[in-house]
């Protein structure tokens, strides 16, 4: 019987294999078509700094508009991307379109910083310096209304070399941002070794931290840390109007997520950036006896 479930598991597993690599290839054609076709878009999502009540910027997070699948959200294709060696091509895409939107915004008077997200596999080599460097040169755009979001995968490959590159990048006078902090291995030990300027508390923190004393204390501590290594703190996947009165009642008030608005197409960022209207009166201001 061993024997024979054996045999099926292999029968199953060649399957699978089959037609693992069939979509692979297939999505590897699509990919670099969907690039040249204008269906790989930039999608913005604000950071709100609830206490100067500006908008801080946004983040850019990409989306496929298949023609056949539809609307398609970053980790259904970025995975294959990343195994197909096609992720630069697509985030070099949105480099270029974030500069150029930055840009655009800046030159309306809106300064907004635009950030995007970088795939780890890019810490294996320099390129994505010299792509970061080329987007701003033909683009015009101050490095100062870039940032580029990092996670922990940075530093799986090549550590070296990955620090020298952040370090790179930052030279260039690029925000850094610390993705998805307080869900990984060693995330101290990066904030140490790298130069950030932002960390971004991971959003499984925000869904506990009106319920969950053991959340709470854990967002309490990070905010201390970040307080003492002077790096900013993003709160992401803020939903509810409540868990921002929480965020901005210890100190932390740059806040991004669906509570605001969720990512959406520029037109539509636009027309919420127009509407924006900042809370008329502060609900915690009692508590910081600091200003
Ligand atoms: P991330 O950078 O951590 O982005 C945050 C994710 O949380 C986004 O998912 C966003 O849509 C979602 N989100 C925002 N506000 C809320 C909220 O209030 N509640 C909840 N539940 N979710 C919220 P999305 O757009 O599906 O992106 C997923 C991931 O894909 C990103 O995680 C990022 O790691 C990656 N990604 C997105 N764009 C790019 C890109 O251009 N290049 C690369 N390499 N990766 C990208
Ligand atoms: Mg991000
Ligand atoms: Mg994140
Ligand atoms: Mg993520």
Redesign the pocket.
């Known amino acids: 019987a061993a024997k024979e479930s054996g045999k099926n598991q292999y029968k199953i597993f060649h399957t699978d294999m089959e037609a693992t690599s069939k979509h692979r290839l297939m999505v590897q054609n699509d990919l670099r078509s969907a690039i040249k076709q204008g269906e790989i878009q930039?999608?913005y999502?604000p950071q709100v700094n609830v206490r100067s009540h500006e908008v801080y910027g946004c983040?850019?997070?990409?989306?496929w508009r298949h023609p056949k699948h539809g609307l398609l959200?970053?980790?259904l294709f970025?995975p294959h991307?990343?195994e197909s060696g096609l992720?630069p091509l697509?985030?070099y895409y949105?480099i270029e379109g974030a500069c150029r939107q930055a840009k655009e915004w800046l030159d309306e008077g809106l300064d907004l910083v635009v950030s995007?997200?970088?795939?780890g596999?890019?810490f294996r080599d320099r390129k994505v310096v010299d792509a970061l460097r080329r987007a701003l040169d033909i683009t015009g755009l101050p490095p100062n209304y870039l940032g580029v979001?990092l996670?922990e995968a940075v530093l799986i490959s090549d550590s070296e070399l990955a620090i020298q590159v952040v370090g790179e990048i930052k030279d260039l006078g690029i925000k850094i941002s610390l993705?998805?902090f307080g869900v990984g291995y060693s995330s101290l030990n990066y904030l140490r070794t790298l130069p950030f300027d932002v960390v971004?508390l991971?959003?499984s923190f925000?869904?506990g931290i009106l319920t969950s004393p053991q959340d709470q204390r854990l967002t309490e501590g990070i905010m201390n840390l970040a307080a003492s290594l002077q790096l900013d703190v993003v709160a992401?996947?803020?939903?509810s109007s409540e868990q921002a009165d929480y965020l901005q009642g210890i100190n932390c008030y740059l806040l991004?997520?669906?509570?605001f608005l969720?990512?959406r197409p520029k037109a539509e960022f636009e027309s919420w950036l127009a509407s924006w209207q900042p809370p008329s009166t502060p609900k915690r201001n009692l508590i910081f006896p600091f200003g």
């Open positions: 930039l999608y999502q983040e850019v997070l990409v989306r959200a970053p980790d970025i991307a990343e992720v697509i985030d949105v995007v997200n970088l795939s596999l890019h979001e996670t993705d998805d971004k991971d959003k925000i869904s992401e996947g803020v939903e991004q997520g669906y509570f969720p990512p």
